[in-house]
């Protein structure tokens, strides 16, 4: 009798054959991924991209080979693969993707290594558009603080600016030999910028101004700049002095031009084109919008060539008014400061300063009237004419703080 002929396992030919169209497969997908990734890098992406897309990229006139094949080994398991979520916050290469807000503000804080010239240039670009996409930028007030050292007044302030935080931003000036630093719960805490020394009646505090104007004007979003003392008080609420300033039309730049103010003017600046019609003076205290304070940055004209090297005092209560004159900005400026500062007193070259004794009701609000308890504010005869008052002295932080909550409205 004849053996049966074998029969042949039909579904042993079958994983063979499935095995081989596999591992083909395998290899061409390598292949023509690597040829792709060729022809998209060289002829696609500019050579200013090559460098964030691609680790290691070759020249396109020696294109990378192929990878080498790889065995087709099947693993008797799948190896356990993580599933990672999805983001639109990372790069191909891994790195965090760019938001719209990483342009409108430093993120490492107000401290960097950029000279006045380069933080000049810097702070000086501006968008063109007058539109802006108001859902994410937040109209906010840089307070520049331009300080000798240590701030008496700060708990006072901590308490002004508690609970609106995001609707300001800090900025403070102290002498470069200062070390000390306030409390870390506290708005100052790590506001300093970059300084240098200054001197009082000298150009180097319009030197400071700017510096302060400048890293403000980095913060896109600072819509006006305050520019304050150690010996300052707010004499209003928080929301308060928000709606007084970003309300206004018009700037608060003191700026005037009378008798005295005359007496400073020389030959020196008449031949260099700031005439004595030109000239004007005014407190150095001022509230700004961002295309004032770009002008005052921006200015190459004026400033280094003629003030800065004039070699005067008091440049101070000069430049600044003197410049919003030169420049025709007057119809869009008060002339006139948010400042109280008491004058009257018998003095010798500044203000009277109010001890911790003379807090009273009574003084905040007749501070709150300004110096001639009438002024306008937006075309109308208004009572408050200041927001702020100086000088006080450190005796005068106890008092103060307990005034607050019964006549500032905060505390």
């Known amino acids: 009798m004849k053996n049966p002929m074998p029969v042949p396992r039909s579904g042993s030919v079958g994983v063979v054959g499935l095995l081989l169209v596999f591992c083909l497969a395998y290899v061409l997908g390598l292949m023509s991924s690597a040829i792709f990734q060729n022809i998209y890098i060289y002829n696609t992406l500019s050579p200013l991209q090559l460098p964030v897309f691609w680790s290691q990229s070759s020249s396109p006139s020696s294109p990378q080979p192929p990878p080498e094949a790889v065995p087709c080994i099947l693993p008797t398991s799948p190896p356990s693969q993580t599933t990672v979520p999805r983001t639109t916050s990372m790069t ?5 993707r760019m938001e719209f807000t990483d342009f409108l503000a430093p993120s490492s804080g107000v401290m960097h290594n950029m000279t006045d010239e380069e933080l000049f240039w810097r702070a000086s670009m501006a968008p063109s558009m007058k539109s802006m996409p108001k859902h994410v930028i937040v109209h906010k007030i840089a307070f520049l603080f331009l300080v000798r050292g240590d701030l008496p007044l700060r708990p006072l302030w901590d308490k002004f600016f508690k609970g609106h935080e995001g609707l300001y931003s800090m900025y403070v000036h102290a002498s470069p030999s200062y070390t000390g630093s306030p409390p870390p719960d506290s708005p ?12 009082w009646g000298h150009i180097s505090l319009v030197d400071a101004e700017r510096r302060l104007l400048g890293n403000s004007l980095l913060d896109l979003s600072n819509g006006h700049f305050a520019l304050l003392s150690e010996s300052c008080i707010p004499l209003f609420d928080f929301p308060a ?6 309300g206004s039309n018009t700037n608060f730049v003191d700026s005037f031009d009378h008798e005295e103010s005359r007496e400073r003017h020389s030959r020196f600046f008449a031949e260099h084109n700031v005439s004595l ?3 004007r003076k005014g407190a150095q ?5 961002r295309v004032f304070a770009l002008e005052v940055i921006s200015d190459e004209t004026y400033y280094g060539p003629v003030f800065r090297h004039g070699r005067h005092q008091y440049m101070d209560e000069h430049y600044i008014p003197t410049l919003v004159n030169i420049l025709g900005l007057g119809n869009r400026n008060s002339n006139r400061s948010v400042m109280y ?3 009257w007193t018998p003095r010798v070259r500044h203000p009277k300063s109010h001890s911790g004794s003379e807090v009273t009701e009574v003084l905040i609000k007749e501070m709150r009237r300004g110096m001639d308890g009438n002024c306008s504010y937006n075309g109308r005869v208004v009572e408050f004419c200041a927001l702020f008052a100086r000088k006080f002295r450190p005796d005068a932080l106890l008092p103060l703080l307990d005034l607050a909550p019964k006549v500032m409205g905060f505390g």
């Open 92 to 96: 191909p290469s891994g790195g965090r």
């Open 188 to 199: 100052f805490y790590g506001r300093m910028i970059p300084s240098q020394r200054t001197k």
């Open 241 to 246: 002095v928000h709606a007084y300033i970003t």
């Open 277 to 279: 019609a030109q000239w």
């Open 285 to 289: 205290w001022f509230v700004m919008d």
């Open 341 to 343: 500062s008491d004058w």
